[in-house]
């Protein structure tokens, strides 16, 4: 039934991803560190300028702020897988209520473990009570705005996820119909002459059309793709012949060599519209792999023929689409090249090969 595999993909669906970042990741300790250092030396210029003083004032503070913005994150760290599966406001009000709880403590042990251990300096200059408010006021500042970036760029980033999805399965969809609309009219042109083989290329056809329905988000396997473009090469054996001939030149696939759906068949089906169906004889198509250092590229090579000038348009289009789908998995990483020269038309394709298999 049609609304199977949506209710599949709900059942299946992980929960919905908690805002806050990977507090335990690099790149967030770092921005971290960044933001408590700049807290500190806000503090001091603001407190005593570039004074003779400074740096033995910004060094105590860094230390604070540094003790304090490492173990508040630490804190969100271990709390965030507990918070998964909340809604965003609880999320947020018991984000910022446990930052609050450990700039609370840090502050209190601040004072009964480092202060008395300087002897002098920004700290001492505070009672015990006007450091822990002073503190918690600032320290929740900060959290306030640190939370607030990061729910405006977990929902900025979900919804440029959102949109290039939208955009995938429109140049997807921009596809499918061109394909099967030339499916079909082989398998018309059988109907009459060949019924057997008009019955084995609808067979095949719904088997390609089911392919085709595969969710655009993510890139197939390479072997997955060539087994598609495979099966389209068999329907159009059924109205070519002899004519059409395929070699192919295969390493060994790697299973992080990927592909968006339907990026490989478009331009074998232009190799044999503008390379084998003018010419009476036909022609061969040479498809090739290879794998290179963290790349994947594939090259499509068709004979080109004088006096068909008139159908580089389409070609134009179906390798626009092609272009735009894989910058829009890959982004600069993918390159697609069509070159014509000696008599042949060739396109290569190059993506990085995925991190994982």
Avoid: K
């Avoid at 339907?262 to 794998?291: F, K």
């Amino acid at each position: 039934m049609a609304h199977e595999p949506g209710l599949t993909e709900i059942e299946a669906a992980p929960a919905q991803p908690v805002f806050l970042p990977d507090l335990c990741g690099f790149t967030a300790l770092f921005v971290v560190v960044v933001v408590s250092e700049l807290v500190a030396l806000i503090m001091v210029v603001g407190a005593s300028g570039f004074g003779p003083g400074f740096f033995d004032e910004l060094a105590l503070l860094s230390l604070y702020t540094q003790w304090l913005g490492l173990s508040a994150a630490a804190a969100l760290c271990l709390a965030r897988r507990w918070l998964n599966g909340l809604d965003e406001r609880a999320i947020a009000v018991l984000s910022y209520l446990l930052v609050l709880l450990v700039i609370w403590a840090v502050a209190e042990l601040a004072w009964w473990v480092v202060n008395p251990l300087i002897g002098a300096g920004a700290l001492t200059r505070l009672s015990r009570g006007d450091l822990i408010l002073r503190t918690v006021l600032i320290g929740g500042v900060v959290a306030a705005l640190m939370l607030r970036y990061f729910y405006v760029q977990f929902h900025y980033r979900h919804r440029l996820a959102s949109e290039a999805q939208a955009r995938l399965e429109a140049l997807q969809a921009r596809i499918r119909p061109h394909f099967f609309f030339n499916c079909m009219n082989t398998i018309a042109a059988l109907t009459r002459t060949e019924p057997a083989l008009a019955e084995r290329a609808v067979e095949d056809l719904a088997d390609l059309f089911r392919a085709s329905l595969t969710d655009a988000r993510a890139p197939v396997a390479v072997s997955e793709e060539i087994a598609f473009v495979e099966r389209y090469l068999g329907i159009e054996r059924l109205r070519l012949g002899e004519r059409l001939e395929v070699r192919w030149q295969l390493a060994s696939l790697p299973p992080s060599a990927r592909l968006p759906l339907l990026s490989l068949q478009p331009i074998v089906e232009n190799a044999i519209y503008h390379g084998i169906e003018p010419a009476p004889a036909g022609g061969v198509i040479e498809i090739s792999a290879r794998t290179g250092v963290g790349r994947f590229e594939i090259e499509v090579v068709n004979p080109a023929l004088p006096g068909t000038g008139g159908r580089h348009q389409g070609n134009r289009i179906a390798l626009d689409n092609v272009r735009e789908r894989l910058r829009a998995h890959f982004g600069e990483r993918a390159v697609m090249e069509a070159s014509l020269a000696g008599g042949f038309y060739r396109v290569r394709l190059s993506v990085p090969l995925s991190e994982a298999p």
